[in-house]
């Protein structure tokens, strides 16, 4: 059994693609005076694709903006910029996850502007490198085989460095001409949670193959993942060398359809869990050996025990009064309960895992849950 498999669209060229209607489009430059003598320039974009209606309004200046369905923005080109990728991506149907964006646009919107016209030129010289190497990585990550990418010190005439700047300060910073893909890259885990720890929220992108090893993909979508800082720092730099080597890609390999996290009750003062793989018998031996390399190399059998803690002194209160009350097969009952609703919204969470070990120990169900240390 292996994992399931996103696809990706490639945007415009897509033949699938919806048609879009712009119901009206004012060029930029109308301006307007508000209250307090503040000049104001506005931008008003309007499109219709489908039953979805996006009107975008922005008042640049002094930062103050008002939109629909988008995030803040802060620069007129940056709105320009997030209504051509709202456009794109509901032509081929998906806001959500993954983030269908296309490579090369994103490239060509990073080295767009430019004031340094040889650099520019050079950048544009390495544009159809890149674009076949996004190819080559839907491909190897399909395939279980992006191992065998081969790194390298650059992309024709671009060097690695130069590509890496490109990235810190063409997609990064606010106002920067792929900070916009940057954002709806960010923004489109669910909830804003890390897909690798699934914990803490969001706060960078993470580069599934490093910036440092594999510069054409060093502002290629399909090689940021949204993550938080923890996870992007035990990741860091790490090269794959075989299959088994590979850590997911939320991407390209969902696992969460079943269950591999389980926990186990250690019959401790305070009581204690935990955690650890276990994934269903028809995993390939990769697939198993990839989920538990990247458990250990995400520290979560460090870092779930510690939230589980948390999570056991705030409820013991509660577990107290229902043992008064109603003794063993009450405490059982309301684990049972919190297990089944946190496997409906997440069948591998530590929560899940947590609450299951709990119900099912007869120790903790039976008082074990009572000692503090
Ligand atoms: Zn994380």
Known sequence: MQPERHSFGSGLGNPAVRPIHLASQTSPGSEAKLPGDTRLRIVQLQAECGDRRIVLRLCSGEGVTESCECSCIASL???????????????????????????????????????????????????????????????AANSN?????????????????????????????????????????????????????GVRTVSTLDHHLPKAHYPAYTVNPLNLVAACQDCNKAKLNKIPTTSSEETLHPYFDNIDNERWLMAEVLNTAPAALKFFVEGPTNWSPILASRVQYEFEMLRHGKSYPLYAASELASIRSGLMKLSAAGGQAAVRNQLTERAESCKADRLNSWRTAMYE????????CGGGFQATG
């Not at 060509?108 to 430019?114: H, N, P």
């Not at 070990?357 to 903790?364: I, K, M, P, R």
Request: aromatic share 8%; charged share 15%.
């Open 77 to 139: 080109v940056q709105a320009q910029e997030l209504f051509r990728l709202l456009l794109q991506m509901i032509q081929i149907g998906s806001f959500g996850y993954p983030p269908q964006l296309d490579p090369r646009l994103t490239f060509e919107t990073c080295i767009g502007g430019m004031r340094d016209a040889a650099l520019q030129q050079r950048f544009q010289l390495a544009t159809p490198l890149i674009t076949q190497a996004s190819v080559d990585y839907e491909l």
């Open 145 to 197: 085989l992006l191992h065998t990418i081969p790194s390298g010190n650059g992309v024709g005439p671009v060097s690695c460095k130069e590509m890496s700047k490109l990235y810190d300060s063409r997609m990064v910073p606010m106002n920067s001409p792929g900070r916009a893909t940057y954002d709806l890259l960010l923004s489109a885990p669910r909830h804003g949670i890390c897909p690798l720890c």
């Open 357 to 364: 070990s709990l119900a099912f120990s007869d120790w903790f």
